[in-house]
């Protein structure tokens, strides 16, 4: 659990600024806040709103957060709060300093991302993953602080205990006296925005992700990523849309999350159901999304590119076919769609320590997605007819394909990837089972540079080692494909089909059933 960092986002409601005003003048406005404004029924909290481009509120470890809280009763300097607002809407929006409030919300709500608010923002679907960090930051907010609700009964008790001591003296008049500064930044919108951009470049600074879906976060492919990761849920980037649109944006994304994130990914791995695109952390999957969003929807000239190379989208029909485009490519590497290749993940994109390995998921989409668009039907037929060997040479080489993945430092990674499995399938069309010398020359590598790291011994075997031995198990006992002999991964991506055809007077009952790829089925066999 080190690490992970507390999902607050639900703390306080996003708004697009351009839907309320154009300007914010220089009028006596409160310069601070006190935590008496935060709860439930206080004036600020109903209007608390953060622009639609701010990040989302899930940088913080438990720690911060405690420390946060814990920094407030002691009367320690908090930095200032930035805030804007328009001249003509209550709604009063956090530049910067979103974090600091939502910390102080949760306390008083005591909901750290699974409680009553985040529920409802999440629609109810809240991961385990983000269950587990709640329930350790609240603990530890308990342990070292205490719940607010404690604080809060003290504070309102006329007949005080006579054995409190010094320190709890002191953070219960900061409950009730304590203050956090507010500055203001005035003028429009855009210079609320440009505002945003220049504090982020100091304390903890945007990643590039984060970055592009902030400046162009009305485009298709932002819109869908955004959509994509929470399933339809959360904060509606889509708002604007008309309702049949949003609609179906909603079922595309929840239709395409449950295909690439589900089930939860979790260390060590102790079965073969595994997500096909990895984690669903935000900060892990956003990145990931993008550029295989972009891949679903690049024609044959290779465009879209890049999210800066794409217009805004004001009515929804982009983000629409981008999200159809998306879901039709997902549907050709898993799950019951009769085109279904059913890629079983634990064989194509996860290394034998069990690691999510995402050039090797971005080289086999981009792989697909330019047979998809080069209307190539007859490339999947000629995959098929050599998938048994193929994965046996992933799974006999995974180190080998891992390492080369690695060591590829070119824009064009995912291409080349893209190119050395073409390449190896291609041979084994023509018999051959390509060497390792060949495989590391096709990716564009010198031979040398693969050198096996020494190994370590150990008393105790570690997650990685447990992976490791699980997979090198579970595989030689995997279940597979009755027609092409590939693996099969039943949990998502399989067809049953009868042995005897039913036409011939096949019946529907154990013996004369088997188990397919659902392209297997309903590509190859029929």
Request: proline share 4%.
């Amino acid at each position: 659990m080190a690490g992970k960092t507390v999902n607050l986002d639900a703390m306080i409601p996003r708004e697009d600024l351009e839907t309320v005003s154009t300007t914010s003048e220089e009028t006596n406005k409160v310069s601070e806040f006190s935590l008496k404004d935060f709860v439930s029924a206080g004036f600020i909290t109903p209007n608390l709103r953060k622009p639609d481009f701010q990040r989302e509120t899930n940088h913080w470890t438990p720690e911060q957060i405690a420390l946060l809280i814990e920094s407030f009763l002691d009367g320690d300097v908090i930095p200032s709060i930035i805030t804007w607002q328009s001249t003509t809407s209550p709604s009063i929006f956090v530049i910067d300093g979103g974090h600091r409030l939502s910390a102080l919300r949760a306390w008083i709500e005591d909901d750290y991302g699974d409680n009553m608010i985040s529920l409802k923002f999440f629609g109810n679907e809240i991961s385990n993953e983000q269950k587990e960090i709640a329930k350790k930051t609240r603990r530890l907010v308990e342990k070292t602080i205490g719940r607010f609700e404690y604080w809060n009964k003290l504070n309102q008790n006329p007949n005080k205990p006579d054995n409190l001591s010094p320190q709890i003296l002191k953070r219960l008049r900061n409950f009730s006296t304590g203050k956090i500064p507010v500055q203001w930044v005035y003028g429009n919108a855009d210079r609320a925005q440009d505002s945003f951009f220049k504090i982020n470049k100091q304390g903890t600074p945007l990643d590039d992700t984060e970055e592009l879906l902030i400046r162009y976060r009305k485009t298709s492919v932002a819109i869908s990523a955004r959509a994509i990761i929470r399933a339809g849920k959360g904060h509606k980037y889509w708002y604007d849309f008309e309702n049949d649109k949003k609609n179906e944006i909603e079922r595309l994304a929840s239709s395409i999350h449950n295909l690439l994130f589900n089930p939860e990914f979790n260390s060590p791995i102790k079965n073969l159901d595994l997500p096909l695109a990895g984690t669903a952390g935000v900060r892990t999957a956003l990145s990931l999304l993008i550029e295989f969003i972009l891949i679903s929807n690049r024609n044959q000239q290779g465009y879209p590119e890049k999210l800066d190379k794409l217009s805004e989208d004001r009515v929804g029909n982009e983000t629409i076919e981008c999200l159809s485009k998306v879901l039709y490519l997902v549907q050709r590497m898993t799950g019951n769609d009769r085109g279904s290749l059913g890629l079983h993940p634990a064989i194509y994109f996860y290394s034998n320590s069990g690691r999510y390995a995402i050039p090797l998921f971005m080289g086999m989409s981009t792989l697909l997605a330019k047979k998809i668009v080069n209307n190539d039907p007859a490339f999947f037929k000629k995959f098929t007819s050599v998938r048994r060997r193929f994965e046996d040479y992933l799974v006999v080489n995974r180190s080998l394909i891992g390492t080369i993945s690695q060591q590829i430092r070119s824009k064009k990674r995912y291409q080349v990837i893209a190119d050395l499995y073409e390449f190896i399938i291609l041979e084994m069309l023509k018999d051959k089972i390509p060497n390792a010398d060949e495989v590391v020359e096709k990716a564009g590598l010198k031979v040398d540079v693969l050198v096996p790291k020494a190994e370590l011994s150990a008393i105790k075997f570690s997650d990685d080692t447990k992976t490791a031995i699980f997979f090198k198990s579970a595989l030689t006992s995997a279940l597979r494909c009755s027609e092409c002999g590939g693996y099969l991964d039943p949990s998502k991506s399989v067809s049953y089909d009868h042995i005897k055809r039913v036409r011939d007077g096949g019946v529907g009952d154990e013996n004369n059933g088997q188990m397919l790829h659902p392209f297997c089925n309903q590509g190859i066999k029929n």
